[in-house]
């Protein structure tokens, strides 16, 4: 039987603020009600609003009508759905945002993002928000389409412009005065929760819009697209372009992943089938050659198969020396077959190349074998609707009291781990002015961050959500698969601040009580009626989870360890072009980052007016 660890100053408290303080609205879930409410703002128009009784289903209408996120929200509480859209200079919205804004209501917002290239109001990702008492927001970013379809960005610049940021600031400025004229009375704070495409939105909320959010929740964020996706073109290449003799199969890429956790299990003191720390594995290689002494497979890699595998394991560098980083490739755990194996069919993934065909060299027909270090200089150089979150100095956000969690699961198979780890290292370097000391081996140095952003490596997690290795790694992360039997709301048994990131980021922001680790679960069967079979905790970075005493399926036998080595991504630097994109919606951004929300929808109406 597990039992649970004593929980933080400040846990029950953030529930007991949740709980006890709901405000009913005094508005009606009608037409009537939202049209008045945006007399203040000309071009936002209602479209819909729908009182949902308690236990009841929303959703966007199917695959049809948003291919987005075609599934309905379920086990809503009482509440009414509302959809708005904001207009252009013509008879078209430039996009649209909706809100679940609950009967119960417990004085504060919280907004929620997309996935890859989607467009559409994901009202299932809103859904479990709303049970905590938020008001809750989602935005379509101006377009339609599933995460992987990028086709609408070919050539449009305001498409470009508004899913690059500027659809998610207008919703939340215009979502905060609706809920302002609906319950009569302001949000008291203001908190975001997405993972990959959502988690860069939430970045750069926090880096143009710092006022937009009191707290943050940013999972898996792909910050600099720029690089990101052509190297997902770039790590196909190896082994699609090998002789039929050298590629590596998935079953070798199997292979692979058990000689991992062969040499790498025992890191955190504890073997168990779990590698806590993938990058602080001096992994062997030859290990896996088929004359290898140490094979314990029964595949083995070729010479030139091995070849293969190191070139897509490796960091991508610059092809002129060597010198800089353009983009840090997957960790030892990731299964990379999505981007390199079988499932890519011969070309690599369209989450490469949709990119560069729809956002940089706006040609359908681009043809993969040129991808070179210039087509990523391109893509920086253009940087398509200001879409990279790539702004190191985050002070603004820091000394306006915000507070900014991260995640990343250490097995994501998408997008590298590493990638947030180069982005912490970097804030760290840059809000430490730049002192060499900042990136060195112990956790003191961290100290320059840790009072406003902590970032959770989590160990076995895939992309968002569950991975390839068994290990807890559930916490209410958005992105994350509810367990069965539970509606998605919080960690079931467990709804404190310890185990819920969403608690831990409102406990942190309204009372001071910073997250010393995130309790992960998991449940037999993945099924909550089963009970809970093995709880740990998830530590900040650098931290680590170690292996003490006791029950291995208990939190309390393990600690997070303070020493140890940070990554070192901060020692390299990205081979990164400035932008020298000068469209109007881009030189929206700066004007509407400083003026009035009531004078905002106004500008960015102007400023894509132009370019419609």
């Known amino acids: 039987m597990l039992r649970r660890d004593m929980r933080w100053p400040g846990s029950l408290l953030v529930l007991f603020v949740i709980r006890a303080f709901l405000v009913a609205s005094t508005a009606t879930c009608d037409p009537a009600t939202f049209s008045s409410l945006l007399d203040l703002s000309t071009n936002a128009t209602f479209k819909s609003a729908i009182s949902v009784a308690a236990n009841g289903t929303y959703g966007g209408g199917g695959f049809a009508l948003d291919p987005g996120f075609p599934g309905n929200a379920t086990g809503l509480p009482a509440l009414c759905a509302v959809t708005f859209s904001v207009m252009g200079s013509g008879a078209w919205p430039l996009f649209n945002f909706g809100m679940f804004l609950p009967d119960a209501w417990n004085e504060r917002v919280i907004g929620s993002g997309n996935t890859g290239f989607g467009g559409g109001i994901d009202w299932p990702e809103m859904a479990p928000l709303t049970h905590y008492g938020f008001a809750t927001i989602s935005t379509d970013t101006g377009h339609l389409s599933g995460p992987g379809d990028a086709k609408w960005a070919n050539q449009s610049p305001s498409h470009q412009a508004l899913w690059g940021g500027l659809a998610m600031h207008q919703s939340v400025v ?42 943050v929740i940013a999972g898996a964020a792909p910050w600099l697209l720029s690089h990101l996706h ?94 800089s980083l353009i983009w840090p490739s997957f960790s030892l755990t990731a299964k990379s077959e999505g981007l390199v194996g079988s499932k890519i069919n011969g070309t690599p993934s369209s989450f490469g190349t949709s990119y560069v065909e729809n956002f940089v060299v706006g040609d359908d027909t681009w043809d993969w074998h040129t991808l070179s270090d210039s087509t990523v200089n391109l893509a920086d150089t253009l940087n398509r609707g200001s879409a990279n979150a790539d702004e190191y100095d985050l002070s603004s956000f820091k000394y306006r009291g915000g507070k900014l969690l991260t995640y990343h699961g250490l097995s994501d198979p998408l997008i590298p781990t590493g990638s947030s780890i180069y982005y912490y290292e970097q804030v760290l370097s840059a809000m430490s002015n730049g002192s060499s000391t900042a990136s060195q081996n112990t956790t003191a140095s961290t100290s320059t961050l840790d009072d406003f952003y902590r970032m959770f490596l989590v160990p076995g997690m895939g992309h968002c959500s569950r991975g390839t290795h068994y290990h807890p790694w559930y916490f209410a992360g958005a992105g994350q698969e509810a367990p069965v039997n539970s509606s998605g709301y919080s960690v079931p048994g467990f709804e404190d601040a310890d185990h819920d990131i969403v608690l831990a980021l409102m406990a942190w922001v309204e009372n001071g009580t910073a997250p010393a680790s995130l309790v992960a679960t998991e449940w037999h069967g993945r099924d909550v009626a089963q009970g809970v079979s093995m709880q740990r905790p998830v530590c900040p970075y650098p931290q680590q989870a170690k292996y003490q005493s006791g029950a291995v399926e208990q939190a309390g036998s393990w600690s997070c360890t303070i020493g140890g080595n940070m990554v070192g991504y901060s020692e390299m630097v990205i081979a990164q072009k400035q932008s020298t994109e000068t469209a109007v919606p881009v030189a929206g951004v700066a004007a509407m980052a400083a003026v009035p929300p009531g004078v905002v929808s106004v500008a960015l109406i102007l400023g894509l007016a132009l370019v419609l």
């Open 230 to 323: 052509p190297w997902a073109v770039h790590v196909a290449m190896p082994n699609l372009l090998a002789d039929d003799a050298d590629k590596v199969t998935d079953a070798h890429f199997d292979a692979f992943a058990s000689e991992v956790v062969r040499q790498c299990d025992a890191i955190d003191r504890l073997v168990d089938q779990v590698v806590t720390d993938p990058y602080g594995c001096e992994f062997d290689y030859t290990a896996l050659l088929c004359n290898s002494t140490y094979t314990n497979t029964s595949i083995c890699f070729s010479t030139g198969q091995l070849d293969v595998l190191e070139a897509t394991y490796a960091d991508w560098m610059n092809s002129t020396d060597n010198s």
């Open 174 to 215: 215009l979502a905060k005065q609706i809920i302002t004229g609906y319950y009569g009375q302001n949000a008291t704070y203001s908190y975001y929760s997405a993972c990959s495409g959502g988690g860069r939105q939430g970045l750069k909320e926090v880096q143009t819009y710092p006022g937009d959010y009191d707290g």
